[in-house]
């Protein structure tokens, strides 16, 4: 069920738009997240999923992944997320979470512009 990838720097992992299944865990080394080549993210701790929205919601891959420098990622292919989760439920609980932290990332990230521009506030 895992592969272990080793990708160089510069080496795109997921492209944008494509269809995909499965997920990635980074293992070691620096990945960065873009969206229409806007950097949104970089990946740098070990343990860290990416790569499983595409499955989650049944669309193409929302965003491209890029090694920034030499990484090592674990790649798991899956036929079902419904079944991958009721298999091994330490899964839904480490995706929760991360889903949760992004989520969390993002709201802040919004508080932040919306406080730098006062055209967004209500006051």
Known sequence: MEKIIDVQPGQTILEQGEEGSGFFVLKSGTLEVFKDDILLAVI??????????????????SCSVRAKNEARIAYYEIDSLDSLVCSNPEIAVKLIRTLASRLDRTTQK???TARENPLWSTK
């Open 110 to 112: 919004l508080i932040d």
């Open 44 to 61: 740098m701790y070990p343990g860290t999923i990416f790569g499983e929205m595409g499955d989650i919601l049944g669309r193409p891959r």
